[in-house]
């Protein structure tokens, strides 16, 4: 590598380390996959409202926000988007397919992530280490938004009423930025998460911006602390119990 290069880096990863200190805000936009987007015609076809092509249209329009510190970062959707009253449900529907489980917070330092949901007027707080995620690290790298991004993929499962799903997970990951946090809940990467793929859709950064002064954030407090096993058990036990007084 050529001298210049080198001291090109070494002043880029000066300059984001110290912007990591104070912290600043990384833009997220989700696009949805061709393979989604056939799924979703597929289905349209059998109804005349087009609304499952609708929500592919919303998918589109969803932005999120991870603010950053040295220790704290907090994910959560955009509100200007959160306020979209005349097709609320559309909007819901397109923000859980895009993966979105509501505002996250990330506790750098103790390496757990903190996912604040309100189901049914009631808030949990539900709590898992960044350990959680097996990451398989590669050697492919690329270069996205002029940062150097190295790949690594995991797998997540869901439970649902097709059974058990398991859904593979790409995450192109940037070391130029020391933030241990990404999208969606995900975490625990040696930098920042760029870009996040699976089957359905892919998040990725529209803008970062740094933060002369310090980005105040403060974990949550207010709602119900379960780990992540325990939530599960609990919605397969409403959902259990709802099933059951339906056939009543």
Known sequence: MKPKIIIVLLLLFCKYSAYAQTGGKVYY?????????????SLNSLYSDNSFTEIGKKIKDLKFVLQFNSEVAHFKEVES?????????SVKIAKITSGYSGETYYDLKAKKIITNMDISGEYYLIEKDFSSYEWVFTKENLIINGLSCYKAKTTIIKEGRRGVMKIPIVAWYTIDINISAGPDGFAGLPGLIIQLENDNYVTMVDKIVFEKKPVEIELPEDGKKMTQTEFNNFMKKMSESRGSSGRN
């Open 29 to 41: 936009k989700k696009i949805p996959t061709e393979r989604f987007t056939k799924s979703m015609d």
């Open 81 to 89: 988007m959160a306020n979209d009253s005349k097709s609320s449900a």
